[in-house]
């Protein structure tokens, strides 16, 4: 096992999730148990899985764990992209969050295709 708060993507997943409740805050009241409410989810689901998964011995569990915290992210990716159309998001805030959700995408599949061991 290894801690989590050592891991570069556990950071920047947490930086990711703390910028997406900062965009959210001013959404529209009626999207508040919408698309601020999943965005949110989505966002916390990801260095949650992360940090889940630091605490796993087996390599299956591993990088199953790394598989949901991707799939948060893709979905993290489509509704950043809906309250991007919607108007919601700034274009310079919605390209923000995409940096940094591209960023960590690669950080995961990068750290999925590791060696479980060579981790540890």
Same mark, same amino acid.
């Given at each position: =096992?290894?801690?989590? /708060?050592?891991?570069?993507?556990?950071?920047?997943?947490?930086?990711?999730?703390?910028?997406? &409740?900062?965009?959210?805050? /001013?959404?529209?009241?009626?999207?508040?148990?919408?698309?601020? +409410?999943?965005?949110?989810?989505?966002?916390?689901?990801?260095?949650? +899985?992360?940090?889940?998964?630091? *605490?796993?011995?087996?390599?299956?569990?591993?990088?199953?764990?790394?598989?949901?915290?991707?799939?948060?992210?893709?979905?993290?990716?489509? @509704?950043?992209?809906?309250?991007?159309?919607? @108007?919601?998001?700034?274009?310079? /805030? &919605?390209? @923000?969050?995409?940096?940094?959700?591209?960023?960590?995408?690669? =950080?995961?599949?990068?750290?999925?295709?590791? /060696? *479980?061991?060579?981790?540890?």
């Amino acid at each position: =096992m290894h801690r989590h /708060d050592n891991l570069q993507i556990w950071k920047k997943s947490t930086e990711l999730c703390l910028l997406i &409740y900062k965009q959210t805050k /001013d959404f529209p009241e009626e999207e508040k148990f919408c698309l601020v +409410n999943q965005l949110r989810r989505s966002s916390i689901s990801v260095p949650s +899985n992360i940090a889940e998964e630091s *605490r796993r011995t087996s390599t299956k569990d591993f990088k199953h764990f790394l598989l949901i915290a991707s799939g948060s992210l893709t979905e993290i990716d489509i @509704q950043l992209f809906l309250a991007k159309e919607l @108007q919601y998001l700034q274009e310079c /805030d &919605y390209t @923000q969050s995409k940096t940094l959700t591209a960023e960590i995408s690669k =950080m995961l599949h990068s750290f999925y295709k590791k /060696d *479980r061991i060579a981790i540890l």
